[in-house]
């Protein structure tokens, strides 16, 4: 779906939090920060799928609504992509820094097809 690289994020950062921040770089969403929250797997073995769960904190819109970026699913599916770009290279090279939970974040849930 989405051909996520390292070219298309860069952690930053963050003088409200003790946690990085994600700023997108290119595509659509250019200039939106935002730091991941709560994120879980949850393996289904019967059926050979998995699905990321994440929160989400949006720490600048740049040129978007917050709320058009909280209620596109489009840009959800794309910091899923984002996620799991982060996983899959933390666990080959054991450096990504993400996480925080807010009471101000949304919920979004991406299953693997």
Do not use: C, R
């Amino acid at each position: 779906m989405y051909n996520i690289t390292d070219k298309d994020f860069v952690f930053l950062e963050n003088d409200k939090v003790d946690f990085y921040s994600v700023e997108l770089k290119t595509g659509e969403w250019q200039g939106v920060s935002y730091i991941y929250g709560q994120v879980s797997i949850k393996e289904s073995p019967e059926l050979g799928t998995a699905t990321l769960s994440f929160t989400y904190t949006i720490i600048d819109s740049g040129k978007f609504e917050n709320d058009d970026l909280i209620n596109n699913p489009e840009f959800k599916n794309y910091l899923g992509a984002v996620l799991q770009y982060v996983i899959s290279d933390s666990l080959e090279n054991k450096k990504a820094k993400i996480g925080h939970i807010d009471t101000n974040t949304d919920t979004h849930t991406e299953s693997s097809d």
